[in-house]
């Protein structure tokens, strides 16, 4: 028999199904509502100096940690949107790729093997495998439905003094969830009373209908253990440039700059350039964005509704989690999303993705919406023959 290969922490996790229904759904010709990714254009300020910096031969490495304009423009951007947060661009800021490596490289940098990472779940995919490939033991605290709700005692009795983090998603993938102040306020006493950083991941920080997103970063006694993850991709519609970024006190950001200079050395310099120009963008620039949202959100929502699905509307992210219901009473989402992206040709994530146990998962589905008007409108028809 031919020797297993897998290393033994790649072997405990699967391949991601979001980025496997994008494959299924490309071979079907579905329409693609499963990995949450704009099929509109980028902003054409971006594009130019994307261009520009190639036309200029910005070809060679940048700074390790992020050339200097971009991290300049990312701590003045923070600064602009955030009262009181301020931001040091030579000690504070790491640009990595895309928010995926700022994650990764934050819990290499941060936790040893045996310690726990508190993970909220329903989680987005990719925390399990950060989790394990750091050696941490991941323990999952549940939001609960119908609107994602923290119990107060489950959460207190996941920490522990083996506690080395927690990570927060908000706005939050899948669910929509934007974290409050008085739950964020409960996490900075849990994360002082153990000791814990907070890694909070905030890419989608200014999609958020009429509700206030709060940076953990602010909330009082996490200013110094909160490292914030953010990205381009979704703020900007340019998920595959992959140009994120991370925000955190300057003896963490060390730890951080260090493992992400061995793990990539560093980000697709001419998209940094970019970047600075994103950075640039005006005020009205994120109130037409969240506008444009709130418009795909409500026509996916009443879609959905009409077909039968149940689910809470979100606050904020792209995504709408639902429940299957009638619709797929074996209640197998896996099953159910391999077979509705071949036949009516709609791809979506089995809710199985989101959880530790996946049978949690079983009687729910992902939807996401960061699509052209004409895209859902596409979609709608499909989804009405469900
Ligand atoms: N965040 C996106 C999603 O959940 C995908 C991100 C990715 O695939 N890297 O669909």
Redesign the pocket.
């Known amino acids: 028999m031919a020797r297993n290969w897998a290393s033994k922490k790649a072997a405990t996790f699967e391949e991601?199904v979001?980025?496997e229904m994008s494959r299924l759904c490309a071979a079907s010709g579905g329409v693609n509502l499963?990995?949450?990714?704009p099929d509109f254009a980028c902003p054409q300020e971006l594009k130019d100096a994307a261009k520009a910096a190639i036309d200029d031969d910005v070809n060679q490495y940048a700074i390790t940690w992020g050339a200097k304009a971009f991290r300049d423009g990312i701590a003045a951007k923070v600064a602009a949107t955030y009262d009181g947060w301020t931001v040091d661009p030579e000690t504070e800021l790491c640009v990595t790729c895309?928010s995926?490596e700022a994650m990764i490289a934050t819990l290499l940098a941060t936790v040893d093997p045996g310690d726990e990472v508190i993970v909220f779940e329903p989680f987005?995919?990719?925390y399990g495998p950060d989790a394990v490939l750091s050696g941490a033991t991941p323990v999952y605290v549940t939001l609960h439905a119908p609107d994602w709700s923290i119990d107060e005692g489950e959460l207190r009795a996941a920490f522990s003094d083996r506690t080395r983090a927690i990570i927060v998603n908000t706005p939050h993938?899948?669910t929509g969830k934007v974290f409050t102040r008085a739950e964020l306020d409960l996490i900075s006493e849990l994360c002082q009373r153990h000791d814990a950083l907070c890694l909070t991941d905030e890419?989608y920080e200014h999609i958020v209908y009429d509700v206030e997103h709060v940076p953990p970063a602010t909330v009082p006694g996490l200013e110094d253990r909160t490292v914030t993850i953010n990205a381009l991709?979704?703020t900007y519609a340019v998920?595959g440039w992959r140009v994120g970024w991370s925000i955190a006190p300057a003896e963490i950001t060390s730890s951080i700059r260090k493992v992400h200079d061995f793990l990539t050395v560093g980000a697709a310099a001419p998209l940094q350039a970019a970047g600075a120009a994103a950075m640039a963008l005006p005020p009205s620039y994120y109130v037409e964005e969240a506008a444009s949202y709130r418009e795909r959100r409500d026509l996916l929502c009443s879609v959905l509704a009409d077909a039968g699905f149940s689910f809470r509307v979100p606050d904020g992210a792209y995504?709408v989690l639902c429940e299957t219901g009638d619709l797929d009473p074996g209640r197998d989402s896996s099953a159910y999303a391999r077979r509705i992206v071949v036949d009516p040709g709609i791809a979506a994530?089995p809710g199985t993705s989101f959880y530790a146990d996946p049978s949690m998962g079983a009687g729910q589905i992902r939807f996401?919406f960061p699509k052209k008007l004409e895209t859902l409108h596409a979609a709608a028809e499909r989804i009405a023959k469900l």
């Open positions: 991601s979001i980025r499963a990995q949450g990714f895309g995926t987005y995919e990719n993938n899948p890419i991709s979704k998920t995504y994530v996401a």
